[in-house]
């Protein structure tokens, strides 16, 4: 039986309930999270309630590491990084976005396009789930079964 993924929509797998931080969170907070709970990344909410960026571990641990590089090694983007200690300095903006009514094959596609492992789901710019690539396969294999 073969199954048509175009007729998935994300909102019937995707995360409802994601942990996110604000602008303002600060990067001890951010630590205490990424120490606390194992997420890769974070969504970073404005005051308005817009998502406007993500913290990855990969930022974190270049600003953990920043010190321990060697100079050649740092871009521009690090040391920018380096003097700002809120997630709204740090963040990487315009992440990969979808529509609850995206579907998996499209969403899928743009993974694999933008080399990204989740997409976050928003709705008139307001975050209302995230979906990563493990979800999908998670989803494909449950309805081979």
Known sequence: MTIDYSKLIVAEIMTKDVMSVGENTTIVDLLELFGKYHYHSYPVISQAGELVGIISEDIVLEILMFNQMPACGHT???VIRSCSDV??????THP??????????????????????????????????????????????KRRE
């Open 76 to 78: 521009h983007l690090s």
């Open 87 to 92: 997630a709204g300095g740090i963040m990487t």
């Open 96 to 141: 990969v976005t979808v529509s609850q009514d995206a579907n998996l094959s499209e969403t899928a596609d743009l993974m694999l396009k933008h080399h990204v492992h989740r997409v976050y789901v928003v709705e008139q710019g307001k975050l209302v789930g995230i979906l990563s690539k493990r979800d999908i396969v998670n989803e494909i294999c």
